[in-house]
């Protein structure tokens, strides 16, 4: 097999994240028994889809967020929490980066952070920091920062844990956003050796034990809740794991064995089948995605700009 070229992995982040997401909408809520024998980009007939109002290829609030945030990074040259947040305002408000500028499937944590942004509460004092407040939101959207950002892991450490704190101000979510932007860091210049990219997943864990300070609220989200040795997920909305669900989806060979199997576990599938199909777009590039699966997403007047002015920044940088 060819090894993609980093336009081809950059591409495949983007376009990985968004069909992977696309796909998950119709399957979200239920139950992995409940399932239908085949999964694909228009359920079968008969089967009781989710937001049965959204045409199949629309991306739900994961893709849209995730498109803010890139929008955000690519207008204003570096991390900007405060315009990160008007960005999010924008989508709830107004659809922006939305599929037909509709607006569904928004998370309670999101909901609360952009009530307090809407009432002037700072970007980084917005999301809500308990420990019951670790939903999957600030995941679901950080992979453009990785593969935007071209500075040292430290500071693409930093920077993702700070746009988590926008929505979602838990160590947890933080930590987990961090490290998955290094996992994607990796696999993006070239260790994410198939089939798993554990290669790749290991670095990541060691250049984050380094930079954390031992005795840390960082330390503790990382060693006694992310655990980053364990592998299991069941495709819940809870942060820590989504990250692991996605881990281990990753075992299989190709972007749609990939996002099937995120699908599979059930439950939150399409933000499952986002963090798990943008790091196996990363890991493939775009053409391993499938054809009929690129033709059927909607929206593309909204990405296309958007993968265009990222392929040009990394050109520049």
Known sequence: MTTPRLPDRLAGGLYGLLIGDAVGVPYEFHHPRDLPAVIDLVPPAGFGRAHTGTPPGTWSDDGAHALCLLHSLLEHGRLDVDALGRELLRWYGEGHMAVDGRVFDIGNQTSSALARLERGVPALEAGPASEQANGNGSLMRVLPLALWHQG?????????????????????????????????????????????GERAWDDAVA?????????????????????????RGGGSGYVVDTLCSARMVMREAGYRDVVVAAIRLGHDTDTTACVAGGVAGVREGVDAIPLEWRRGLRGKPIVEPLVAGLLAWRREG
Do not use: K
């Open 152 to 196: 040292a892991d430290e500071e693409l450490v930093a920077d993702a844990m700070l746009q988590s704190r926008v929505t979602h101000g838990h160590m947890r979510s933080q930590v987990c956003c961090a490290l998955y932007c290094l996992w994607a860091r990796r696999i993006l210049d070239g260790h994410g050796d198939a089939p798993a």
């Open 207 to 231: 250049t984050m034990r380094g930079l954390v300070r031992a005795g840390s609220d960082e330390e503790e989200a990382l060693e006694g809740h992310i655990r980053p040795e364990i592998v």
